[in-house]
């Protein structure tokens, strides 16, 4: 098992979702986050003055799934995802040695 983690653009948003779903993926995660890379932030007129953004607001998809769809998943993601702007995102994807479904008690891929 693995889990993958994207940090994308908020606007696409909802077609990783879709992609991801169509490829029979049944969970995931979401969380409204803020971050910069080499984008390194901007400026921003707000009544007459500039302001400094330093922290972006991007989305974090965090998804735990069975080896066999994790390549799939991340081509899904890419072009989904894929602006050809900078800041498009980034895609993380870690080994996950134990899952629980906490209302059953299943282990392992069952429980995902």
């Known amino acids: 098992m693995k889990k993958i983690e994207a940090i994308i653009k908020p ?5 990783v979702k879709e992609g991801l779903v169509l490829l029979g993926i049944q969970g995931m995660t979401i969380t409204e986050v803020r971050g ?10 707000y009544r ?3 302001l400094e953004i330093f922290f972006i607001p991007k989305i974090k998809i ?3 799934l069975s080896d066999y769809f994790v ?3 991340v081509e899904t ?7 050809g702007t900078i800041g498009d995102g980034k895609i993380f994807i870690t080994p996950v040695d134990e ?5 059953t008690g299943e282990r392992g891929e069952q429980a995902l």
């Open 99 to 103: 899952t629980i479904r906490i209302r």
């Open 62 to 64: 965090e998804v735990v």
């Open 36 to 45: 910069f890379g080499r984008q390194k932030g901007h400026v921003e007129i």
């Open 71 to 73: 390549d799939k998943a």
């Open 48 to 50: 007459g003055s500039e």
């Open 11 to 15: 606007f696409k948003l909802e077609e």
């Open 77 to 83: 993601i890419k072009e989904k995802a894929y602006t």
